[in-house]
């Protein structure tokens, strides 16, 4: 379930997203906020699929330390459209290490969560089975609130995951490229973090 102000706040970040056009494609996380309960929620579409990853892992990879930007080697940069050196931030919902690529998508090391934040705390998002990835179990995550947004959550330890995200930036949004651009960032980034 989500807050009524989670879902003002999906729409408030789509608004910006659609306002910035090119210039840049962030995209908020639908999320609740764990720490507050009130009889205000609003109930899953029926479009949202409970899909829980298996929590067997080939091992457990810990991101904390890592830099996000540093996770896409730059061999893979001309395939995946990255021209230039991601910039880094926080990503405001899960308070961790974001990349920002232009024109491409981002890049989050989650240290505050994991995949069960998309399983069985999100809300107006619909959630399936991916390909795992470096046999690492993968989920999709298509942004039902903005119809833009497609998110590749690989499950690589307890309370963490890497989230890869892709956001069209064009008026008819083809669904399957946004969420394989997802899933093809979250495919390069596995490379480092294995290798790690």
Not at 11 to 28: H, I, R
Not at 91 to 110: A, D, I, K, M, R
Not at 118 to 130: C, F, G, M, P
Request: glycine content about 4%; hydrophobic content about 35%.
């Amino acid at each position: 379930m989500i807050h009524a102000r989670w879902i003002l706040l999906i729409a408030a970040l789509s608004a910006t997203v659609a306002l910035m056009g090119c210039t840049q494609t962030s995209a908020g996380t639908p999320l609740p906020d764990a720490t507050e309960t009130t009889s205000n929620t609003v109930e899953p579409t029926d479009s949202t699929t409970s899909t829980e990853p298996s929590s067997e892992r080939p091992r457990e990879i810990d991101l904390e330390g890592n830099d996000p930007c540093q996770q896409i080697p730059q061999a893979d940069w001309p395939r995946l459209g990255i021209g230039r050196p991601g910039e880094r931030s926080e990503e405001p919902t899960f308070q961790s290490p974001n990349c920002y690529y232009s024109s491409v998508g981002e890049v989050t090391l989650v240290i505050t969560d994991g995949v069960v934040a998309w399983t069985e705390k999100a809300s107006n998002v619909d959630v399936s089975d991916a390909d795992p990835i470096a046999d690492f179990p993968t989920i999709t995550v298509w942004n039902e609130a903005d119809q833009r947004s497609c998110y590749t959550a690989v499950d690589i330890a307890d309370g963490q995951h890497l989230l890869t995200t892709a956001t069209s930036v064009n008026a008819n949004v083809d669904r399957a490229e946004t969420c394989d651009r997802s899933y093809q960032l979250a495919n390069s980034a596995m490379k480092t973090l294995v290798a790690s």
